[in-house]
């Protein structure tokens, strides 16, 4: 396992250069090899350092739009070059990994070792809030596998921070009279709706219509609250929040809908009714949806 935590920091090394750098893959290669042979040179972990290197610079778009999504406060370029780096390598980890070989805490625990290693404790801060926060969206698969730990200091639900959302289930019919819904898709798998945390002074209305616009390019006009949800989330800077969002039920011309901003989005549609259950939803977002549907089918449209 040293071995492997030596490797990482050779390929961390390497990542830092090509970004500060700007190296294209073949490049990066060459620095890898002047940096093992420089750093390493007894270490005969080639293959792995080959391949992980290879991961991060193949999937960097894709890393890059999770942490986007997982850290909004910090663009990508606030964040330093290093801290960047471990971020991208650790992620690739963590979502990419075999994980019979590298469990989900185990790539975490790695990033956060080399942000304190490499950069300092409030890197390894940043990192475990980064990556804490994407792995309560996946899951936190292999929990029920570490076995029992000592019990962590708990803070009480009511000593939380909250953050209040606003968000949307927006219909329209396009020109052939088809009635649709406007769904969002996430570097996650699944599909969503647009929603915003709000700004100071902002009200629950005027944040759902910047998030819609902001993100699907949807002038929209809200008719109705048609539910809400809370969670528990993961944030870099605040540590676990109270996240409130409340929905409503919201009308748009049809239009053509292109994602605006990439925050953690891939891909923006609209859908026949039709095909809604066919859909991959979080299960806090299904009710809502369904709501609306019933909503909509008690108007006259």
């Known amino acids: 396992m040293a071995n492997r935590h030596l490797s990482r920091s050779v390929v961390l090394q390497t990542l830092f250069e090509a970004d500060a750098s700007e190296y294209d893959r073949a490049s990066a290669h060459e620095v890898l090899e002047r940096n093992r042979d420089e750093f390493a040179p007894r270490n005969d972990d080639d293959a792995f350092m080959v391949s992980l290197l290879d991961g991060v610079m193949g999937k960097q778009h894709e890393l890059d739009l999770v942490i986007e999504k997982a850290a909004p406060e910090w663009p990508l370029d606030r964040i330093a070059v290093l801290d960047r780096s471990v971020l991208r390598l650790g992620l690739y980890e963590l979502l990419f990994a075999d994980r019979t070989q590298v469990p989900a805490k185990v790539a975490i625990n790695e990033a956060i070792e080399l942000a304190k290693q490499y950069s300092g404790d409030s890197s390894g801060r940043f990192v475990n809030g980064v990556l804490g926060a994407i792995y309560k969206e996946l899951g936190e698969p292999g929990k029920e596998e570490q076995g029992k730990r000592p019990p962590r200091r708990a803070v009480r639900f009511e000593d939380m921070p909250v953050e209040r959302h606003g968000g949307a289930v927006v219909y329209t019919r396009d020109p052939h009279g088809v009635l649709k819904l406007a769904l969002v898709h996430d570097i996650f798998g699944h599909w969503t709706l647009s929603k915003a945390g709000l700004k100071e002074d902002e009200s629950l209305e005027e944040g759902t219509v910047r998030a ?17 949800n809370e969670y528990i989330a993961s944030s870099a800077e605040k540590g676990r929040v109270r996240k409130q969002v409340t929905y409503f039920l919201a009308h748009a011309p049809y239009q053509e809908i292109t994602l605006q901003t990439g925050g953690g989005l891939d891909d923006a549609r609209w859908f026949k009714i039709s095909d809604i259950l066919a859909l991959n939803f979080y299960e806090d977002i299904l009710p809502m949806v369904t709501k609306a549907v019933t909503v909509i089918a008690s108007k006259s449209v």
């Open 212 to 228: 819609l616009k902001e993100e699907a390019g949807l002038d929209i006009t809200i008719e109705e609250q048609i539910g809400a």
